[in-house]
């Protein structure tokens, strides 16, 4: 079975610190991708990854950032985490552009 | 632009029922619909992948369909039990491989 795995289920953190979400998935897939979810909006694609060390913006990138070192880990950073960043995170990967969809179980951030 | 729409937005069964969720696309250049389960709280889970040159998937319990001439894919659930309760999302992903998501349906199984 693939398993994308989120680092951190729930996260609670202040206005202007610096957020790393971290997701891991273990079936060699080539594409990765962070959506956030939030009720009314469904679900939005924050960035996705083609390969390492390649990034491609989502709908909605802005202040956000991503890294890809490996190609098992895909990293989501808020550099300077603001209120309405207060969302569901999920992770997901697939193998090739319009393979299956597998996703992580959710990181819940909340920002005070 | 491409709409994505999931009718009803939830519905509330007694438990053994056979029924049918829908998810009804306006593109019908599509690559192919992939079918989740959310839990509250929870990722995505998927169900089934059909690919546009299929009719039908199946998994279980559970069978979905494509008609690309109405626009239409339909989520068949049978004999449910509560287990089932979930929110249900499809996505369709066009000729340009990009995913647009449906709301999804809010799905109680009533013991």
């Known amino acids: 079975d693939v398993k994308v795995t989120q680092s951190s289920r729930y996260l609670v953190k202040r206005t202007g610190e610096k957020v790393f979400l971290e997701c891991v998935q273990d079936?060699?897939?080539?594409?990765m991708f962070w959506y956030r979810q939030d009720p009314g909006l469904g679900l939005r694609l924050i960035y996705f990854?083609?390969?390492?060390?390649?990034?491609e913006k989502g709908d909605i990138p802005e202040g956000y950032s991503v890294s890809r070192e490996k190609k098992e880990r895909f990293s989501l950073i808020l550099e300077s985490a603001s209120t309405n960043q207060t969302s569901m995170y999920l992770c997901?990967?697939?193998?090739?552009?319009?393979?299956?969809?597998?996703f992580g179980e959710g990181s819940r951030l909340t920002v005070l | 632009k491409q709409e994505v729409t999931q009718i009803p937005a939830a519905l509330s069964v007694p438990e053994g029922e056979n029924l049918v969720l829908n998810c009804s696309f306006t593109?019908?250049?599509?690559?192919?619909l992939q079918w989740f389960r959310q839990d509250p709280g929870k990722g995505l889970t998927s169900l089934l992948l059909?690919?546009?040159s299929q009719r039908e998937q199946t998994s279980g319990r559970l069978n979905a369909s494509l008609d690309k001439s109405s626009g239409r894919s339909t989520l068949y659930i049978a004999a449910s039990q509560p287990g089932d309760s979930a929110t249900y999302l499809c996505?369709?992903?066009?000729?340009?491989?990009?995913?647009?998501w449906g709301a999804g349906t809010k799905l109680i199984i009533k013991p």
């Open positions: 997901a990967s697939s193998q090739g552009v319009s393979g299956e969809l597998f």
């Open positions: 079936m060699d897939h080539e594409n």
């Open positions: 990854s083609y390969d390492v060390k390649m990034k």
């Open positions: 593109d019908s250049a599509i690559y192919n």
């Open positions: 059909i690919q546009s």
């Open positions: 996505a369709f992903r066009g000729s340009n491989y990009q995913l647009i």
